[in-house]
């Protein structure tokens, strides 16, 4: 039931991310693109119900995915299991501090936790250096995750290519597109100016 209830869980929270990750390919295009691609996607998740459902299942997620990985993590054997756990562990990690942070920007300082909201940190030394891996292996722990759980789930090679191939295609494009994000999110590694309003943000 605990792994039902939170592979559950885990598909909703998966088609937020989606959503977001397509915004933040939008980062390629320039903020403005961004901003504007995000208000149309706020007209679907931006509301009490579908906020109500996304943090009821982070809470869901995190709480079945602790016992799970208490469960599980002394018997886990070979690389795609270990990765699925570990990989689970930092994204309830990320999940707790991320959520916090732009509840606590929403609510607390009243600022539009739009991407300049996000990328105050990428963009400013030395927080960066703390932020980029920070957002870049959350990235790549839910490509992870996904791609462990593929090969469980999918047992039939598709158009040849093995299960294990189609889990490390799945790793690798979620690399890949790490780096694209923050490619984008960072104005081509060369830094995007951060509105002064978000000042407050980095003690400021």
């Known amino acids: 039931m605990a792994k039902r209830v939170h592979f ?3 598909l909703i ?3 937020f991310i989606v959503f977001h990750l397509i915004n933040h390919v939008y980062g390629l295009f320039g903020v403005e693109r961004h901003i504007e691609l995000m208000n149309q996607f706020r007209l679907v998740y931006r509301n009490a119900l579908a906020e109500t459902i996304l ?4 809470f869901v997620q995190i709480v079945s995915g602790i016992k799970l990985f208490n469960r599980s993590r002394k018997i886990a ?5 270990k990765l699925q756990l570990w990989s689970g562990l930092y994204l309830a990690i990320f999940f707790v501090f991320h959520l916090g ?3 606590l920007g929403r609510l607390v300082l009243n600022l539009d936790t739009n991407i300049f909201f996000g990328i105050a940190g990428l963009n400013t030394f030395p927080f960066n250096l703390f932020f980029i891996p920070y957002y870049g292996l959350a990235i790549v722990s839910f490509f992870g ?3 462990a759980i593929h090969i469980q789930k999918f047992k039939r090679p ?3 290519i093995t299960p294990n191939k189609q889990s490390s295609l799945i790793l690798v494009f979620g690399i890949l597109l790490t780096i694209t994000i923050l490619f984008g999110l960072t104005g081509q590694f060369q830094g995007i100016e951060i ?5 407050v943000m980095l003690g400021k």
């Open 8 to 10: 559950i869980s885990g």
């Open 13 to 15: 929270i998966t088609i």
């Open 55 to 58: 943090l009821l299942s982070v």
């Open 77 to 81: 054997q070979g690389f795609w299991k």
């Open 101 to 103: 942070a732009v509840f």
């Open 145 to 147: 995750h996904t791609a």
């Open 158 to 160: 598709i158009f040849g």
């Open 195 to 199: 509105p002064s309003e978000y000042d």
